[in-house]
């Protein structure tokens, strides 16, 4: 069955690094998501993505924040400079297109970044 | 900006008790969405609703929509150990836009 695969599975990093997660969403999919859940809270939306640009950006997504397609098959989300508050597991996912029979999202099994 | 609630937070039963969880949006939705998600695991998703007042029935799960399109409910008859998780609603404005969850109900079945 296919699936979105995120890497790394876990991060460790220092205040003020830059840190890039990666994703690869299902090949026949054309919309693709950013989420963030802090430990034992809500899903938060981030930012969504189609046809290679930013359609949607909540107000997290803020300038530190940034996605990339780089070679049609990678989805990547990068922080310019890590704070505390950053720390939490970021779920990549994707959608086939909006006129399917259902808008269900394709969750990977996120990447847990942990900011020190 | 648009908000979903939704309660309980936690709710904890006995094996066989039945369990329910309710969706509330500031805004009229084009649909909402349900996803479950296991202990230390990801979202992964349950149904999609999309017509005012539409009941979807999933074995022991019922999923309702208000017909304000406002609304949502998810209820499970007989609970079983396997149905321990977080479940999250999760509604979208237009179809197309971000999809917005609420904050999720913990669910904990003892037998």
């Known amino acids: 069955e296919p699936e979105v695969t995120q890497t790394p599975s876990h991060q460790v990093t220092q205040m003020g690094q830059e840190v890039i997660l990666r994703c690869v969403p299902i090949s026949n999919h054309l919309y693709f998501y950013w989420y963030r859940q802090i430990l034992g809270q809500k899903v938060e939306f981030l930012v969504s993505?189609?046809?290679?640009?930013?359609?949607?950006k909540s107000e997290i997504f803020d300038d530190q924040f940034s996605v990339e397609r780089p070679d049609g098959s990678n989805f990547t989300l990068k922080i310019r400079s890590t704070k505390l508050e950053d720390s939490a597991m970021y779920f990549c996912?994707?959608?086939?297109?909006?006129?399917?029979?259902?808008?269900?999202?394709?969750f990977g099994e996120g990447s847990r970044l942990t900011v020190l | 900006g648009q908000q979903v609630m939704q309660i309980p937070q936690y709710q904890h039963v006995q094996e066989g008790e039945d369990f329910t969880t309710y969706c509330n949006s500031s805004?009229?939705?084009?649909?909402i969405q349900w996803y479950k998600q296991r202990p230390g695991g990801h979202p992964v998703f349950l149904i999609q609703?999309?017509?005012?007042?539409e009941v979807k029935k999933q074995k022991r799960l019922t999923f309702q929509f208000g017909e304000a399109k406002k609304n949502s409910s998810l209820h499970i008859t007989a609970t079983q150990t396997t149905d321990v998780g977080t479940y999250f609603c999760?509604?979208?404005?237009?179809?197309?836009?971000?999809?917005?969850f609420g904050k999720g109900t913990t669910l904990s079945v003892s037998s």
């Open positions: 993505f189609y046809n290679n640009e930013i359609s949607e």
């Open positions: 996912a994707s959608r086939s297109w909006v006129g399917s029979n259902t808008g269900e999202l394709f």
């Open positions: 805004t009229t939705l084009s649909n």
């Open positions: 999760a509604g979208q404005r237009q179809a197309g836009t971000a999809l917005i």
């Open positions: 609703l999309v017509k005012s007042g």
